[in-house]
Each structure stands twice: as structure tokens, then as C-alpha cells.
């Protein structure tokens, strides 16, 4: 493969792949790739573009008309030498990420284009450990050992190892544990209209628990709004890439985009979303089991072939002794790959299977609850991710569980933890308040601490019953929610008629008027005309004497909270509640104070 470029002739549109190639019409754009906690480029990604206008230009009709030329491979190669030239050419801050399949990349690494790769970054003054290789998976790979061998190799030059797209279906967990990369990206999905999915947050929030785990990082893709970078930065997810940070462009980016700048510097935390759903039952070892064959431990390496060959969509299978009790699990990909070695049918094609199994399996027995299957997560043996484990019931062989499955089912527990709500409202409650209120002394901003109470609320309760008291406290939880911006205010209920608003906003004290004075106008809906004729009703008070009670109305006591001035979340609950108090014995609707 020449590379030599020269100037294309476009006075012809290319009709094909081989064409495009063959007169070097291919060029590289790159995307910058941003370290969230410091605003700097972390790297640039390498992206393939036809011919401007062409129905080739981008790359999903580029490479599929490469597949259809069976020329995938050698399209993918030549696209990662055109990186290294131009992002050389171009100077680019950070390192140099470069997607290739797994296919691609044994090529790549076979001896001539090994030798001619190692030429190409010593002429254009590339480090090794300035690239990173993004594995692309658009099908299961299905050499592993090839491609952990072809891993190492890259690993001991410097060069970085990046699995792309987790989540699209296509990367898989196994992978990961097979590959053990050092970032993983996580696809757009996850990352579009984030503060507003609770579910992808705790997703977020999962995958990072897993990267610390396996020792990874990870890159968010498909960032384009200012609110997802600021959930993403708050979380601590390492690395981001997205319009926002930076488009592709065939110079690269010397720094962010504006607008993702100001997020980054901004001292504002993001409001996150809270799950507002009733939680599950909980989720024992046996919700895991897949119902799958067991084989005799007697079952021969020649009887196994043909059971896999059967069985298709199997990839592990229990060995049970005559008790049907586990005493092994056999791997398929790792009996394949021993299998198509030479001779191993003739030495050991009558030998029982056991002889290279793992014969001694996680086994967890059916009751076994989901805390002690997390702990799993972090143990020393990983084998369980790559293999599964076996699931039993008072000994004897239930079925198979995945490390895939475990995953998911602690990722949705979490979720469910997560699920403080009021049942009448549906706002985050004093768990997510306080952890909101650690957040922002944690960030060391000023913010606001809004307390608010209705004012004769238990006479109209007592007296117009239950039904319409939640009426009018659900009618208070919409008053303030329209009144809050979602993205830099939160909104909590502490319970009954109390709640909390934490403001970030710059104009929280006309917010506040406005909360006060709507409530106080809408409120007056939920009596009968004969109250507000009289401006109220008559019901017992608190010692039980019948008494005159004004129409309900709300208050709000404010304190600001200056950066180190307090450092407990109770400190601050306990320092808006005071305001609470002077505010309903002032009879003011708003009562400022200071901390």
C-alpha cells in the first residue's frame, strides 16, 4: 500500500471504494476529545470523509460500500495510515485515537504492515504512546486469542486501548473483560438528554463503579447540550466528546468550543434526576437463572464439540456429577479455540471433559440475595464475567447466570435504591435532599436554602378531609416546580407540608415572591364559597378549640449560604428551618436571614 499522495483528478466522481482509494481521494478530520475536570484537549479522534458532496463522503455509506467491494479491511488500514500522516501533518494537541476493527487490526499487525506502520511513526515523528486504537465491533469477535495477543503487543510499545460504543449493543461486557481496555466510550445513548432520564444517570453511575473496578476510564460521546456536560462533569466521568466540545474539522480544535468552557468553569452544579417510581422486590440468585443443559462429567471432549455445535447460542456449559451437583463449567469460546488446535482431537478428543475445565466454578445457591452478588463484582476472581457462574438449589444444578445479567440486575437495584420520592408528590426526599445540600457546600459556591411551610394547613385538612389536603400540597409541589429552573434549582419535600428549595439561580428572591403570591392566589380554589366569603373557616386548633383559621397560604424562609460557613448538610436543613419559623411568626411570605 503506497503512500505516496497525490493531487486527485475531481473532475470525475468516484464510482467506487477501489476508486477512491486507488486516486487517494480519502482525507481525515478530527474531533476533539475533552478532559472534563481541566478543560484541555485530551486527544483528537481520527474520522474518514469521501469526497465533499459524494454519496461516499461519511463513513456508514463509505464502509458500507467497502463491504459490498470486500474491501472492509484494507479500507480500515488504510484510513488509520491517513490519520497518522495528516494528524502529524496537523500538529494536533493531545493523542491520536484511530478506529479499527479487530480484523483490521491483526492485519495491521502482521509483519510487513507492522514494520511499515513502525516506519511511518518514526518518519512522521509519531510516539507511540501518543495513539490510542479504538476497537470497533460490528459483529462478535470471533478470534479473541488473536486479538489479545495483537493487544499486547500494541500495549508494549505505549500505545493506549480504547473499546468504542459500549451500550450500542455491539461491545459487549465480555469484551471488556476480555480486552481489558484503557478507556471505554460509552455510546450517545446514555448521553443524550441526560438530566432528564434517571435511568441513565444510575447507568452512568453503574459504568463508573465498573470502570474503577476494572481499572478504566471512560469517554462520554454525543455530549451537544451544556446541561449534559454538567451532569457528566458532576459525576466524574473522566473524559467527554461531543458538538458541544468540538465538531469534526480537518485542523482539529486548539481548545473547547465556548459554550463548553463556561460549563466547565462554571461553579453551578447540575440538578440531577431522581427516579420517581415505587421500588421492586428483591432480587435474589434465582431471578438470574437461564434455563440451560447440564452435560455428565463423564461427556467426552468429542461428545462436547458436538454438543456446542448443537447449541449454538450457548456459551458456557455446567458439568454434573451423578448427583446432578456442579463440578465444572466449560467455557466455549476457550474449548473452541483448544479444539482447532492441531492434534488435540487425536490426544484428547476421548478424554473426559473435565480435564481442561474450570472445575471449580462460581456456584451461588438460588436464595442467594443481590448484596452478596455484588460483592462478586469486586473480588479478585473475574473469571465469572467472561464465563458466567452456576446457579443451584439446595445443591443440585438450576441453570446459568451471566456476568452480563449481574451487572444489569445491580445497575436496576441501584436504580431502585435510588428511588427516594414522596408517593404524593413524586420530588426527591430527604436522602436526595441532603446528598443535593453535601453537593453544594462540597462545590464551595453560595446558594440559597429556601424552607417553605403552609400557613393554617391542618384546620382546612381536619376539616375538608385528607383527599383535599393532598390536593393542596400537590398543588404547592406545582406552584414551585413551575417557579424553579430545572437545571440549576432543586426541589425537594422534606414531608406533609414542608418543603425545601436549594436555589442556584441569580434572581431567587423575585422567584420566591412569585412562589409565595401564585400559591396564595390558586389556593383559594380548593375552598367553598362560603370560606371565602368569611376570608376563611372555622375548625379546631392544634388544643382542640374552635377557632377562626384564614384561608391557607405559604411562607418561606430563606438563608443564604456563603462558601465555609457551614459544612453539614443538617447544618444547612436545620438553618432554613429557623428561617421557616421567623417567616410563619412575622406572618411574612418571604423572611430572609442570614445563616
Known amino acids: 500500500m503506497s503512500l505516496a499522495f497525490s493531487v486527485p483528478d475531481t473532475r470525475c466522481a468516484p464510482v467506487s471504494v477501489r476508486a477512491l482509494i486507488d486516486t487517494e481521494q480519502l482525507r481525515t478530520v478530527f474531533q476533539p476529545i475533552a478532559a472534563l475536570d481541566c478543560s484541555s484537549i485530551h486527544g483528537h479522534e481520527a474520522l474518514v470523509r469521501g469526497p465533499a458532496g459524494s454519496p461516499l463522503e461519511f463513513p456508514d455509506a463509505l464502509f458500507e460500500a467497502g463491504r459490498r467491494e470486500g474491501l472492509s479491511v484494507e479500507l480500515e488500514v488504510r484510513c488509520a495510515l491517513l490519520a497518522m500522516r495528516d494528524w502529524a501533518q496537523a500538529r494536533l494537541p493531545g493523542k491520536l485515537f484511530i478506529n479499527i476493527s479487530a480484523s483490521a487490526l491483526c492485519m495491521a499487525l502482521s509483519e510487513q504492515n507492522w514494520q511499515r506502520g513502525l516506519g511511518l511513526c518514526e518518519r512522521y515523528g509519531i510516539t507511540p504512546s501518543d495513539v490510542v486504537v479504538e476497537l470497533t465491533e460490528h459483529e462478535r469477535v470471533s478470534d479473541i486469542d488473536s486479538l489479545r495477543r495483537g493487544l499486547v503487543r500494541l500495549r508494549r510499545l505505549g500505545v493506549g486501548i480504547a473499546l468504542d460504543d459500549f451500550g450500542d449493543g455491539r461491545s459487549s461486557l465480555r469484551l471488556w473483560s476480555e480486552i481489558q481496555p484503557n478507556l471505554v466510550k460509552i455510546d450517545k445513548y446514555f448521553t443524550q438528554h441526560l438530566p432528564a432520564h434517571a435511568e441513565k444517570l444510575q447507568t452512568f453511575r453503574a459504568l463508573l463503579q465498573l470502570a474503577e473496578t476494572f481499572g478504566a476510564q471512560l469517554v462520554a460521546e454525543g455530549i451537544e447540550q451544556p446541561e449534559e456536560l454538567r451532569v457528566l462533569r458532576d459525576l466524574g466521568v473522566s473524559y467527554g466528546q461531543g458538538w458541544l466540545l468540538g465538531r469534526p474539522s480537518d485542523g482539529g480544535a486548539r481548545e473547547l468550543l465556548p459554550a463548553a468552557r463556561a460549563v466547565l468553569a462554571s461553579a453551578d452544579i447540575a440538578v440531577l434526576p431522581e427516579l420517581r ?16 443443559p447440564a452435560l455428565p462429567q463423564s461427556t467426552t471432549h468429542e461428545q462436547l464439540y458436538r454438543f456446542f455445535n448443537e447449541q449454538e447460542g450457548l456459551q458456557a456449559v455446567a458439568v454434573l456429577d451423578a448427583q446432578e451437583q456442579p463440578v465444572a463449567l466449560v467455557d466455549r469460546s476457550q474449548f473452541l479455540n483448544r479444539w482447532a488446535k492441531p492434534f488435540f482431537n487425536d490426544l484428547y478428543g476421548r478424554h473426559a471433559c473435565t480435564l481442561f475445565a474450570n472445575t471449580s466454578p462460581l456456584v451461588v445457591d438460588a436464595q442467594t440475595g443481590l448484596d452478596a452478588l455484588t460483592r462478586v463484582l469486586t473480588s479478585a476472581d473475574q473469571r465469572y464475567l467472561r464465563e458466567g457462574f452456576i446457579i443451584t438449589r439446595e445443591g443440585r444444578y438450576l441453570g446459568l447466570g451471566t456476568g452480563e445479567q449481574l451487572v444489569r440486575s445491580v445497575t436496576e437495584a441501584r436504580i431502585e435504591a435510588a428511588r427516594h420520592a414522596n408517593p404524593l408528590t413524586f420530588l426527591p426526599g430527604n436522602i436526595p435532599i441532603s446528598q443535593h445540600i453535601g453537593r453544594l457546600l462540597a462545590s464551595g459556591r453560595s446558594f440559597v436554602a429556601a424552607y417553605a411551610d403552609l400557613n393554617h394547613f391542618k384546620p382546612y385538612n381536619d376539616l375538608y378531609g385528607y383527599w383535599r389536603g393532598d390536593e393542596m400540597i400537590r398543588l404547592a409541589a406545582r406552584v414551585m416546580s413551575s417557579h424553579c429552573d430545572s437545571q440549576r434549582d432543586f426541589l425537594g419535600h422534606v414531608g406533609g407540608d414542608d418543603f425545601v428549595i436549594l436555589f442556584q439561580s441569580d ?8 412562589i409565595c403570591s401564585r400559591f396564595n392566589e390558586l389556593a383559594r380554589g380548593l375552598f367553598d364559597a362560603e370560606a371565602l366569603a368569611a ?9 382542640g378549640n374552635l377557632r377562626f383559621h384564614p384561608c391557607t397560604t405559604l411562607s ?40
Request: hydrophobic share 40%; with cysteine.
Open 507 to 514: 434572581d431567587w428572591e423575585a422567584r420566591c415572591e412569585q
Open 535 to 543: 376570608g376563611g373557616i372555622m375548625a379546631e386548633d392544634r388544643h
Open 277 to 292: 417510581r415505587a421500588g421492586g422486590p428483591g432480587i435474589t440468585a434465582e431471578s438470574l437463572a437461564q434455563q440451560a
Open 556 to 595: 418561606l424562609g430563606v438563608v443564604c449560604i456563603s462558601p465555609g460557613l457551614l459544612h453539614r448538610a443538617e447544618d444547612v436543613a436545620s438553618a432554613a428551618a429557623n428561617a421557616k419559623r421567623h417567616a410563619k411568626h412575622a406572618q411574612q411570605s418571604v423572611y430572609v436571614m442570614a445563616a
